[in-house]
C-alpha cells in the first residue's frame, strides 16, 4: 500500500503517534497508488475511455433537475436508482431481481464497509482469500472485524480444500470471495462459491460475499444466480470499471431483501447525494454504449495477454479489465524501467509480479513497446 506523507511538521505540531488513535492503526498507511505525471497510467484499473458526449449532455440534464431541489434531503432510499439497477442486473446477470434486493452506496467500499459494520465488528472476524482486494482487508480493520488470510494455489485460484478446511477451522462471521479476483484477473467457478457458502453454513450462519467489482469484463456468466434460495449470499458491483464511472463514486449489492434491510441499519441517513443518484441515472439510461466500451477493453486486455506470453512473460488468466504478468528477479526494477519509459503499471506486492490496466490500444502499444525492450535487456 502507498500512502501520502502529508505537509511537513512545524517544530512543535502534531503527529498521528502523538493522537489517541487505535492500537491496529498506529504505523499503518492510507490506501492509494502512486498518481504520477506520465504519458500512460496504467495502474488503477481504470476504464480509459472518456464517457460519450450524449451521456455528458443526460448527466447535466438530470443534475439541473436534481439542483433545483437541494435545498431538501435526497430519496434516503434512492428507490429510483436501486429500481434501475435491480433492472440493469435482471438483464444482464441472469437473475430477475426487484428493488427489494439492491442496495446502493458510495462506491463498494461503503458497500462492503456497511457490510462489515452490519455482520462484523469487534469479536468477529472475516476471511479472504489472498493475494486479493486490500480493501476487504483495510476495512475489516476499520470496522474492528478480526481478519483472516485464506490460502490459494500456485495459480492464484482458490484450493477449494484448503479453502473449506479454513472456514471450518476458524468459522468466520463473514466470507469474501473475489470474482474475477484483484490484483490476480482470474474469475471463480460457480462450485467452488456453492462449496464455500456450504462450508460457512455449516461452520456457523455466515455471510459470503462474492466482489464482482469486474465481471462485466469476464469470459464468464455472473455469479449473481447463486443467490436463489441462498439467503446470507451477497453479489457486490460498482459502477467504477464497466461504467467508466470512477469519479461518480456508485457502488450496489445484491441479495435477499433482508440483506438489504440490515444494512440500513448502519448506512449514514441520506448518504447518496442527489446528484450522485441523478448522475448514475443517467448512466443506466446510457447502458448498451458503455458496455460496447467493455467489449473493446475484453480485446485488449486479450491482446495483452497473447503479446505479454508470445514476450515469453507468465501471464495469469484474465477475466478483469487488467494483467498481472511477469516473473521478475525485482519486480519494483521492473516498475521503475517501465516506468523510465513513461507507462505507469502497478507494482501491488505481489511477488515477481506486476500488473497492468487494459488502456486504449495507443497506451497499451506503449506499454507493449517498454516491456519488449525490458525483455531485451534481462536477456542480454
Excluded at 440534464?61 to 434512492?78: H, I, S, T, W
Excluded at 435477499?256 to 450522485?276: E, G, I, K, M
Excluded at 526494477?333 to 503499471?345: E, N
Amino acid at each position: 500500500m502507498t500512502g501520502t506523507s502529508g505537509p511537513a511538521r512545524e517544530p512543535g505540531d502534531l503527529g498521528i503517534d502523538d493522537l489517541p488513535v487505535r492500537d491496529e492503526l498506529r504505523g499503518k498507511t492510507p490506501y492509494g497508488a502512486p498518481q504520477l505525471d506520465v504519458p500512460v497510467q496504467l495502474n488503477t484499473n481504470e476504464n480509459p475511455y472518456p464517457l460519450p458526449e450524449a451521456l455528458v449532455e443526460r448527466i447535466a440534464e438530470r443534475v439541473r433537475e436534481a439542483a433545483r431541489g437541494l435545498n431538501r434531503y435526497p430519496d434516503r432510499d434512492a428507490v429510483e436508482l436501486r429500481t434501475e439497477l435491480a433492472a440493469y442486473l435482471s438483464r444482464t446477470g441472469g437473475h430477475p431481481l426487484t428493488t427489494a434486493h439492491v442496495w446502493a452506496a458510495n462506491g463498494s467500499n461503503e458497500v462492503i464497509q456497511q457490510l462489515l459494520q452490519t455482520f462484523g465488528g469487534p469479536g468477529r472476524t472475516a476471511i479472504g482469500f489472498e493475494p486479493s482486494y486490500s480493501m476487504h482487508h483495510l476495512i475489516a480493520r476499520g470496522t474492528g472485524t478480526g481478519w483472516l488470510s485464506g490460502p490459494r494455489g500456485e495459480d492464484f485460484t482458490i484450493d477449494v480444500t484448503a479453502a473449506v478446511a479454513a472456514i471450518t477451522a476458524h468459522r468466520p462471521d463473514v466470507v469474501f470471495i473475489t470474482s474475477p479476483n484483484n490484483p490476480t484477473g482470474t474469475a471463480v467457478d460457480a462450485e467452488t462459491v456453492l462449496a464455500l457458502y456450504e462450508a460457512a453454513q455449516a461452520a456457523r450462519p455466515s455471510l459470503v460475499v462474492v466482489d464482482e467489482a469486474y465481471v462485466e469484463f469476464s469470459h464468464r456468466p455472473s455469479l449473481l444466480p447463486l443467490i436463489e434460495g441462498r439467503p446470507r449470499l451477497v453479489v457486490s458491483r460498482t459502477m467504477s470499471k464497466a461504467f467508466g464511472a470512477a469519479g461518480l463514486r456508485l457502488g450496489y449489492l445484491a441479495a435477499h431483501p433482508a440483506v438489504v434491510d440490515a444494512v440500513q441499519l448502519v448506512r449514514l441517513p441520506y448518504h447518496l447525494s442527489a446528484v450522485t443518484q441523478a448522475t448514475a441515472l443517467a448512466a443506466l439510461e446510457h447502458t448498451d454504449t458503455l458496455l460496447g466500451y467493455v467489449e473493446t477493453l475484453k480485446a485488449e486486455r486479450d491482446r495483452l495477454v497473447g503479446e505479454l506470453r508470445a514476450l515469453g512473460y507468465e501471464v495469469t488468466d484474465s477475466d478483469a479489465n487488467f494483467v498481472q504478468f511477469g516473473r521478475f528477479e525485482d519486480s519494483h526494477a521492473a516498475w521503475r524501467w517501465i516506468l523510465d519509459r513513461g507507462v505507469l503499471v502497478r507494482d501491488n506486492g505481489v511477488p515477481g509480479r506486476l500488473r497492468v490496466t487494459a488502456g486504449t490500444p495507443s497506451e497499451n502499444d506503449a506499454f507493449l513497446d517498454a516491456v519488449r525492450e525490458l525483455k531485451k535487456e534481462q536477456s542480454a
